[in-house]
T-cell receptor, first 117, second 110 residues
């Protein structure tokens, strides 16, 4: 149980274009989902907390106008990287927990490798 | 300021031996701790967790120990297998927010 699916697994886009990444909880409802970013050989950095039916909460230093998050249903959150630039190239991972994360593990999607050329 | 630290970026262990991965934290409000395993180009996979009311939790080959007074936890893998080679992240939580350590790359040598 507690499967999180992320799509696409990899994407290459041109500088200036936008890319949408989907995160779905397949066998549970998730009022909260989390978006992380991982740079090579570094840890997972929380970008934002996605809340179903309300605005996402962004971490300090993350541009909310650049990384648009939509959590329109209890099983789907999307991250759109707008006007992508090469420095946005990274590994993006979403996660969710059946109980909202309190004293229970987060389950992660398989990540999306974004390359901006 | 790193709230969760894994001071060993890498560790090599012989197959069949014990692997011990260490993690230290600074925030005394953390009350739930987890270990994740991550292969390249994949999302982290949950391994084992422990609540602050316990000092040990065991699941098969994996055991997590928590020393609250020292703000230290460790993951023991015994016996280690080549398939255990991966990056291991320690995570700590106080409520809904999770903080991850920088990871330790474990290599299990055949």
């Amino acid at each position: 149980g507690a499967v999180v699916s992320q799509h696409p697994s990899w994407v290459i886009c041109k500088s200036g274009t936008s890319v949408k990444i989907e995160c779905r909880s397949l066998d549970f409802q998730a009022t909260t989902m989390f978006w992380y970013r991982q740079f090579p050989k570094q840890s997972l950095m929380l970008m934002a907390t996605s809340n179903e039916g309300s605005k996402a909460t962004y971490e300090q230093g993350v541009e909310k106008d650049k990384f648009l998050i939509n959590h329109a249903s209890l099983t789907l959150s999307t991250l759109t990287v707008t006007s992508a630039h090469p420095e946005d190239s990274s590994f993006y991972i979403c996660s969710a927990s059946p109980s909202g994360g309190a004293n229970s593990p987060l389950h992660f999607g398989n990540g999306t490798r974004l390359t901006v050329t | 300021d790193q709230q969760v630290k894994q001071n060993s970026p890498s560790l090599s262990v012989q197959e069949g031996r014990i692997s011990i991965l260490n993690c230290d934290y600074t925030n005394s409000m953390f009350d739930y701790f987890l270990w994740y395993k991550k292969y390249p180009a994949e999302g982290p996979t949950f391994l084992i967790s422990i609540s602050s009311i316990k000092d040990k939790n065991e699941d098969g080959r994996f055991t997590v120990f928590l020393n609250k007074s020292a703000k230290h936890l460790s993951l023991h893998i015994v016996p280690s297998q080549p398939g255990d080679s991966a990056v291991y992240f320690c995570a700590a939580s106080g409520g809904q927010n999770f903080v991850f350590g920088p990871g330790t790359r474990l290599s299990v040598l055949p």
